[in-house]
Every structure is written in structure tokens, then in C-alpha cells.
């Protein structure tokens, strides 16, 4: 088990590393030869009941593209269901996401159903960072004005 993440698994031991993601019911067996990855699916499935999907496409809503040299991930649809969830369909996009001089202030009139909504969208935000680091400034900002209920 990972020192940093309960959830990663990796060994080391002899060989090519070998690294298993592991997310309630769903597996990530991830290495760099072929066999060895199919020896620990084999071992896996002996012991618990699994369906081989082979190649990862999508795993916890991250789009996973995979070639020959290079593995990148996307939250593409995430991102366009976040804008419809929030109504922001036709928001204007910037480079910058928040002006960093920008001196905000708590609003204390929040009504509780939009209170609920700011969270619920921070929230989403927050797991967007997986992909997007570059709204991490932003997002920490904002999440600093959820209020205790």
C-alpha cells in the first residue's frame, strides 16, 4: 500500500513495477509488460469475482487516452455536465479564472438552497482539479467563504 494514497498499491519487489488503483468496486491494474499485469488479473480473479474490461477507458469520470508513448486524461464530460448543472452553458471563458488582486467579502444573505449549491459546485470544482491544477487558486479561494451550517 501507498505511503500517500490507501487506495494505490504497488510492487516493487522483483521485475517491473506493478500498480493497482483501487476504488471501491473499481480495479486499475496498471504495469509495463503485458504479462505480468495478466499474472495479477489471473491472481485477482482466482480470489474475487472481476470482469477484465482490458484496455481503461474511463475510470471515476476521468476519460483515459492511451497511445503507444503517452497516457492523458480529460474530464471533458465532466466539465460540460458541471456547465449544464450549473446553468453555465453560456458562460464566457477565460485564460485566467480568477483575477488574482480581486478582493472578495462573505455575503451573509445566502438563502439555504443557494448555500447548498455553492457547496455542491465547489465540491465539483474541487475533484476538477484533478486535470485542471490551474483553477486550484481559485477553487481554495472560493471554498474559504462555505459557511458552517
Known amino acids: 500500500m501507498s505511503k500517500s494514497d490507501n487506495s494505490l498499491y ?24 503485458l504479462v505480468d499485469i495478466n499474472k495479477v488479473n489471473s491472481l485477482l480473479s482466482n480470489k474475487f469475482e472481476m470482469t477484465d474490461m482490458k484496455e481503461l ?34 458562460c464566457k471563458y477565460v485564460a485566467t479564472p480568477l483575477d488574482r488582486n480581486l478582493k472578495l467579502a462573505a455575503d451573509s444573505g445566502m438563502k439555504e438552497c443557494e448555500l447548498t449549491q455553492y457547496r455542491q459546485l465547489i465540491g465539483s470544482l474541487i475533484y476538477l482539479m484533478i486535470t485542471r491544477p490551474d483553477l486550484s487558486y481559485s477553487v481554495v479561494l472560493l471554498s474559504e467563504f462555505m459557511q458552517n451550517p
Open 10 to 33: 504497488v510492487r516493487s519487489d522483483s521485475g517491473s513495477p506493478i500498480v493497482i488503483i483501487l476504488y471501491v468496486d473499481d480495479v486499475v491494474i496498471g504495469g509495463e509488460h
Open 57 to 90: 477507458h474511463y475510470f471515476l469520470g476521468i476519460k483515459v487516452i492511451q497511445t503507444p508513448t503517452d497516457i492523458m486524461i480529460s474530464q471533458r464530460y465532466y466539465i460540460l455536465n458541471l456547465l449544464y448543472k450549473f446553468r453555465m452553458t453560456k
